[in-house]
């Protein structure tokens, strides 16, 4: 039983196109994040959701947009996709109170050509 | 600002060989963790540790959270082949709710 799963594992698609990672843990953890790994293989905290709320929104285009339909649950989506939105995007989970650590998914290669 | 500052960011070493992979943030923090990334994958949780002073070793693995909570180190003993990949120290800082990344530790071990 995989605890934070992502789909697709890899994604290529074109300039301008729009795109969706689904994420899903099945931990009962309160809080779900987004990470964006680039190609120096920094980790950079994109997104943060705590019950279905939005908690913390770090300088992300406002062409990402995630969602979290339930507490389980934390999708993003890409809108007119650049070249350099090209990276690993990593979603996690983990309890809102940090005794435990962060479970994170496979990730997901998005190649924008 | 959140930041945490790997040193070094790359090591090649010899099989066999120790080394120490260091973590320092400019401020105090409530939980630091370790994570291991092999090319391709996920992020493998190694260790946390939250209380000052704290050290905690699994296999060959140690880490410490020096008594301020603001520098850790990882150090890795009898190094193995298995031990290559990325290196990622995170925190959590106090009064924070998010986990934040340092640059990253890229290790090889040369068999």
């Known amino acids: 039983d995989t605890a934070v799963s992502q789909t697709p594992k890899y994604l290529v698609t074109q300039m301008g196109n729009d795109k969706s990672i689904k994420c899903e843990q099945n931990?009962?953890?309160?809080?779900m994040y987004w990470y964006k790994q680039d190609s120096k293989k920094f980790l950079k905290i994109m997104f943060s959701y705590n019950n279905k709320e939005l908690i913390i929104n770090e300088t992300v285009p406002n062409r990402f947009s995630p969602k979290s339909p339930d507490k389980a649950h934390l999708n993003l989506h890409i809108n007119s996709l650049e070249l350099g939105d090209s990276a690993v995007y990593f979603c996690?989970?983990?309890?809102?109170?940090?005794?435990?650590?962060?479970?994170f998914g496979q990730g997901t290669r998005l190649t924008v050509v | 600002s959140q930041e945490l500052e790997q040193s070094p960011q790359s090591l090649i070493v010899q099989e066999g060989k120790n080394l120490t992979i260091n973590c320092t943030s400019s401020k105090t923090l409530y939980g630091l963790y370790w994570y291991k990334q092999k090319y391709g994958e996920g992020l493998i949780f190694l260790m946390m540790l939250q209380k000052g002073g704290e050290e905690k070793s699994h296999e060959k693995i140690t880490a410490k959270l020096d008594e301020k909570k603001q520098q850790s180190s990882l150090h890795i003993t009898a190094s193995q082949p298995s031990h290559a990949g990325i290196y990622l120290c995170g925190a959590v800082q106090t009064g924070a709710n998010n986990l934040f990344f340092g640059t990253g530790t890229r290790l090889t071990v040369i068999p």
């Open positions: 996690a989970s983990s309890p809102f109170v940090w005794n435990t650590e962060a479970f």
């Open positions: 931990l009962g953890h309160d809080t």
